[in-house]
């Protein structure tokens, strides 16, 4: 009966162990895969967030990180330089520049050389103040000459203390009595077409002025007028040695004669107005 139950050629199997061989008769589950490893395929290192891996420099060896660091360190170095080499290029003339110009002009040429300077070629200090005169001629008939009005003053005091002065106030007089030394020479001869333009508008602008002032009391009518520059030094600070001269200096132009197109509306010759009608 056995030997018919196990057929010819019967297999002899070990005997069953009794909880370990069917826990492995069962097939694993998915859990349970990735939980156990393959003795052939070791498990992936794990990730450790306190220590990052290295990237970067830090990722180098230590001597390639020396070189690196020395290497950054020339450059710094060399930027800095000539960072401040060209500042003191382009900055007004001071102590270092004037100890050491030939050797910023030798880093500087021919290679940076800049057409420009920092904030001004040669920053001023002078004050320099307009002033004025009129020829007149009175309600009366008569003709006089006027005293010096101090029209940069007159700016200056309604610019003090006021929060928002006007841009006529701070520049109408300043930018017109620039051009006009910009377009002229020493002898106060015109350079081309835009002397004459900035001599007309001086003068156009005077007169506007004088008649605000009433020169030469009401009802008075300006002839001719005469503009002057008074400039004066600006002192030294306390702990310069610097010693600048305190007289002022003048430069008067000659006298305009006032057409009436030099003249605003309303402030024009009656006379004239009258002859021309």
Known sequence: MDAYDEGSNPRHEPPDEPETAAADSHPPNDRETLAAPSPHHPPPPQYDPA????????????RYQIAVALALAVVAVAVCVHLGTMFLHVAPSNTVTKQHGQAI???VYPEFEQNWKLFAPNPLQQNIA??????????????????????SARDG??????LLPSHTQQNALR???????????????????????????????VVLRLDREQAGGRGAVVQQVQVRSRTT???????????????????ELPWWPVTEADRAAGTRDAGTEAGAR
């Open 157 to 162: 005091a309604a610019i003090d203390g006021n």
């Open 51 to 62: 220590s990052p891996p290295s990237t970067g420099i830090a990722a180098l060896s230590l």
């Open 175 to 205: 930018r017109a009595w620039d051009f006009y030394v910009g377009t002229r020479d020493n002898e106060n001869r015109p350079d081309g077409l835009r002397g004459a333009l900035a001599e007309r508008y001086l003068r156009r602008l």
């Open 130 to 151: 307009v002033q004025v005169r009129a020829e007149v001629r009175a309600a009366d008939g008569g003709i006089r000459t006027t005293r010096w009005y101090d029209l």
């Open 233 to 251: 030094n600006v002192p030294p600070p306390d702990w310069s040695t610097e010693q600048v001269s305190d007289k002022p200096v003048f430069r």
């Open 105 to 107: 002009d030798e880093w």
